[in-house]
């Protein structure tokens, strides 16, 4: 298994080493053109005999199979793998040699676009590879992964079972058989892998949508499909199996303009003018960095991590972060670097310090920050990823966010102004005249954003996220929202003395202001009008419960910054639940009062969320 490249040889395989007229013309023509290729026939007797002298682990695995094809369809995989070469189906007629595919590692034919909304929507793959013929050098990793994923398939029936959102009802069972260990199969392996397919080639043809030009192996051959491998049924099944298949087809077909960019979106695409077609060599899918800034979250931050490394998009690196913490944080997170976490830790120096640091160590083509008390939903990167807009680098993108306690299945998702596509002035304006934000989590930045946004500012010990975000939003050519990708936003962090909790603290209630001033100085860089600034006044007003009365220097700096905008802020009113405690009181305990209800009220339906959460987790109640 020294070889890199593929050896001259040639394998076939079937029940009966004497084949049928039709076969024999098609398997002559193949040794016919490759008369210095070691060809090499399998009949059954000779492919059991193979599986004990070199895959004797796969013996039962090979036997269980329901299906005599999936038999085949393993085989090929490993014998390959064993001695490398190509393989091709009986049913392959060849127009030409394959000696110019020789310097290849790994070559697989294009199939046809994909049935599987799993495989289109979730992994961003719109097409599938097929397996009918193939040439790999021996040893290859990507085969091995295909074969490690025939056993995952065997073994795990929702894994396998993914792939079927989409296919055909009345042909389930094939399609079940080609998405355990035929081409649905070979493709997600090549999507869920992109560390495995620098040197994996696809024979592709000029234009995808032409049916004629699937299930040829490049200008090379071409695939007859005279096989009867289907599972055996009546008739009318046959029929009704036929029609609902080309009916599907149909429907992905007639989708032509919204994947029209399949191929350019991810790969390299290299002309070979001498023979037509096609050598289309895969790179690896963007790499996405999640970032994870942690203090005395040993209560959520192993969810939080699971989180992230549930994600359908696999080509990640999570980075976390411990700002000193003084629980059991950082001893959770170390646990979960034999999953790839990679753990760092600094002295206690704040949210915008640890998100610095966790920034210097990422590769990531997109960044994604995470609080260490938050969830992505499984499929959020790989939705953000594949509605990105024409891969304009200086797009950012958000998604939907919502708020929970401890069951996400209940999580409140309340849209804004904000949940939509626009430009960086109206997203400011918006977000300022509205009182409006979004969620540190929701948001997927490109790197080159990312460099442009420049370091957190240290200095804010409240609403960094928000301050940060304005510097990559003016760097940007407008916001992309993609509604279907999630974030789940543990609240109410403003009770508890999170990030998002100013509370009575000068150094926060300090940083909140100076985050105010810069906010507002961004908008204004943008458009500086009449609108604006009756904006800006709105977002002052907003925020005078944060300083009134404790911090009069701040509200004189807030009046002083409304008057030069034209208008006037004034002290900030209270519910009637509070106001009468600052009629007998005083402003203070109004406030003071106003922040133990709402902590006592949020501690009491924690409290019973959680209990709900436990007893919805042993289907003692419907969660």
Not at 23 to 41: G, K
Not at 67 to 88: E, H, S, T, W
Not at 563 to 589: Q, R
Request: overall charge neutral.
């Amino acid at each position: 298994m020294n070889s890199t490249n593929i050896p001259k040889r040639i394998i076939q395989t079937g029940r009966y080493r004497m084949q049928p007229l039709k076969t024999r013309v098609m398997t002559s023509t193949v040794q016919r053109l490759h008369p210095d290729f070691e060809y090499d026939f399998y009949d059954d007797q000779r492919v059991e005999l193979f599986i004990d002298e070199y895959f004797p682990q796969y013996r039962s695995l090979f036997h269980d199979y329901p299906f005599p094809i999936q038999r085949y369809d393993l085989f090929r995989y490993l014998v390959v793998f064993q001695f490398g070469g190509f393989y091709f189906d009986l049913d392959v007629l060849l127009a030409e040699s394959v000696h110019a595919l020789l310097e290849q590692k790994c070559i697989f034919p294009f199939e046809g676009l994909t049935l599987s909304d799993y495989l289109a929507n979730d992994l961003r793959m719109k097409w599938e590879i097929g397996n009918y013929g193939f040439g790999s050098a021996p040893g290859h990793p990507f085969l091995k992964a295909v074969i490690d994923n025939c056993v995952k398939a065997a073994s795990n029936r929702q894994w396998a079972g993914a792939m079927m959102r989409g296919t055909p009802a009345f042909a389930r069972d094939q399609y079940w058989i080609l998405n355990t260990t035929g081409p649905g199969l070979l493709s997600r392996t090549l999507a869920e892998r992109p560390d495995l397919t620098d040197d994996v080639t696809v024979l592709i043809p000029e234009s995808i949508y032409d049916t004629s030009t699937w299930n040829c192996f490049g200008n090379f051959g071409v695939h007859l499909m005279l096989g009867s491998w289907r599972p055996q049924s009546t008739r009318m099944r046959r029929w009704l199996a036929r029609s609902s298949e080309a009916s599907r087809q149909d429907h992905v077909l007639k989708k032509k303009e919204q994947i029209e960019d399949t191929r350019s979106a991810c790969r390299t695409i290299t002309w070979k003018a001498e023979h037509g077609f096609m050598i289309n060599a895969l790179e690896p899918r963007p790499l996405v960095s999640i970032l994870i800034p942690a203090f005395n979250a040993q209560e959520t931050i192993s969810h939080t991590l699971r989180s992230a490394l549930n994600q359908t998009w696999k080509n990640i690196e999570t980075i976390i972060v411990d700002d000193g913490s003084a629980d059991a944080t950082a001893k959770i997170a170390e646990s979960f670097r034999s999953k790839g976490v990679k753990v760092f830790r600094q002295d206690r120096g704040g949210a915008a310090a640890a998100r610095n640091k966790a920034l210097s160590h990422a590769s990531g083509d997109y960044i994604q920050w995470l609080d260490a008390d938050d969830l992505l939903a499984p499929n959020k990167i790989s939705l953000q990823i594949q509605a990105f807009p024409d891969q304009r680098k200086r797009t950012l993108l958000s998604s939907a966010w919502g708020s929970f306690l401890h069951r996400t299945s209940h999580a409140q998702f309340t849209p804004s102004g904000l949940w939509q596509n626009l430009k960086p002035v109206e997203w400011l304006f918006c977000k300022m005249d509205q009182n409006v934000y979004m969620q540190t989590g929701s948001w997927l930045v490109t790197r080159e954003l990312t460099e442009a946004a420049g370091s957190w500012d240290t200095r804010l010990l409240s609403d960094d996220d928000g301050e940060y975000f304005c510097r990559a939003l003016l760097a940007s050519d407008g916001v992309h929202f993609v509604p279907g990708a999630k974030i789940y936003y543990r609240s109410p962090g403003m009770a508890f003395g999170g990030l998002s909790c100013v509370g009575l603290s000068d150094q926060k209630l300090e940083a909140h202001w100076l985050s105010m001033k810069l906010h507002i100085d961004y908008l204004r860089s943008l458009e500086d009008s009449e609108r604006v600034h009756r904006a800006c006044i709105n977002f002052l007003q907003a925020s005078m419960l944060y300083f009134y009365p404790e911090r009069s220097d701040i509200v004189e700096q807030s009046q002083r910054l409304a008057a030069e905008l034209g208008g006037s802020v004034y002290p900030p009113n209270l519910s009637w639940k509070y106001s009468w405690i600052k009629e007998l009181f005083g402003w203070k305990c109004a406030k003071r009062g106003r922040e133990l209800l709402l902590k006592a009220r949020w501690s009491m339906t924690r409290r019973v969320d959680r209990f709900l959460s436990s007893l919805s987790r042993r289907g003692l109640v419907e969660d």
